[in-house]
């Protein structure tokens, strides 16, 4: 089985930042894509950035300029750092893996267990 531990979440002001981590663990052979997803109350889910294994990434276009995703590929985590946050960014942050157990099997997807970042003053 495999585990995602998110950390780095919390309270902060307008115009704050905040670095949020996700590291997997367990049987791991290799991991392809890996994201950060956020969903504010009475919204869905929504996907804010992924990366590939090579660290190609895109972003919703809410955080473009504002937010980055970075990976480490030795450690099996991944980053969000967010820059210039806004009440609008108030929601359950959650991550998610793709995950290979051998080197030509199928993907699994794993999900983190969310980390709440509130923006507020």
């Known amino acids: 089985q495999v585990q995602l531990v998110e950390s780095g979440g919390g309270l902060v002001q307008p115009g704050g930042s905040l670095r949020l981590s996700c590291a997997a663990s367990g049987s791991i052979f290799s991991i392809d894509a890996m994201g950060w997803y956020r969903q504010a109350p009475g919204n869905q889910r929504e996907l804010v950035a992924p990366i590939t294994s090579g660290g190609s990434s895109n972003y919703a276009d809410s955080v473009k300029g504002r937010f980055t995703i970075s990976r480490d590929n030795a450690k099996n985590t991944v980053y969000l750092q967010m820059n210039s946050l806004n009440p609008e960014d108030t929601a359950v942050y959650y991550c998610?893996?793709?995950?290979?157990?051998?080197?030509?099997?199928?993907?699994?997807?794993?999900w983190g267990q969310g980390t709440q970042v509130t923006v507020s003053s």
């Open positions: 998610n893996a793709d995950v290979r157990y051998t080197e030509r099997g199928r993907v699994f997807r794993f």
